[in-house]
């Protein structure tokens, strides 16, 4: 949809060649239909980037042209990537991956993978990660993946009293606004644990999920890759955990077959179109 706008729009056959559709094409451009949802601060920074190596990669295509005509073609191209829309998730087929406990050793091998799919997730980090590993939380943000909060030490929440359910959130929002600028806007409780009192104390989106792979569990490649693929709607929250190398081994297979599907990989903010309600179980968006 967004190809056929920009088809329209200023006839860059450049650069429709590098908006390829899917969880994404295999490719190294950046990625401009699935910036960071506009209401997650970090966004302007990743896109202008991704805006401007974009620029330059069709500059570079462009100089068997005239000095005047590449010019004339960058600029051309720098006002239809700033119009390119993040994806509809209304209309697109879109499914949230979403990556707990971490950040971790195998954070970084993930971020390689989804950066070839051109996929966007969601990492629900905890707390104590984070303080060990902020520099990986950084380059998780500033690849577009959206950061949630999975608490501190990833205690039942509904077992804790109000003073502990808000220390919790609160140290986990300090590290990560410390790693990255923001806090949190998303919270998902360890073990899906929720009720109304924890709900009321976080006051943010509760996340769960619709897919549970279970790779905590069996820690086996080819039944995340089973369970991930076979159970995916548009619309789904897929719970997998990037602590586990088994999961992360998985994530090419699954990132492969959602693609061919047709399915777009974004954030849980992006999934609700920026408007994440106020518990989400799933989604089956119509
Ligand atoms: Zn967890």
Known sequence: MNIGAIRGTAGALTLTALLTTGCGTVTASPDVQDPTPAAMPGARASTATAFASERSEVSGGATASSAGGLAVSAVKVVKVAARARPVDCRRAKCVALTFDDGPGAYTDALLRHLAAYRAKATFFVVGQNVAANPGIVRRTYAAGHEIGSHTWSHPDLTKLPAAGVRAQLARTDRVVKAAIGVVPRLVRP????????????????????????????????????????????????????????????????????????????????????GHPPKTVYSAGLT
């Open 190 to 273: 360890p073990y899906g644990a929720v009720n109304a009192a924890v709900s009321r104390l976080t006051g943010r989106p509760m996340v769960l999920w619709s897919v549970d792979t279970l790779d905590w569990r069996h820690r086996d490649s080819a039944k995340v890759v089973r369970k991930a693929v076979r159970s995916v709607r548009p619309g789904s929250v897929i719970l997998f955990h990037d602590i586990h190398p088994s999961t992360v081994r998985a994530m090419p297979r699954i990132l492969k077959a959602l693609s061919k599907r047709g399915y777009r990989c974004v954030t849980v903010t992006r999934l609700f179109n």
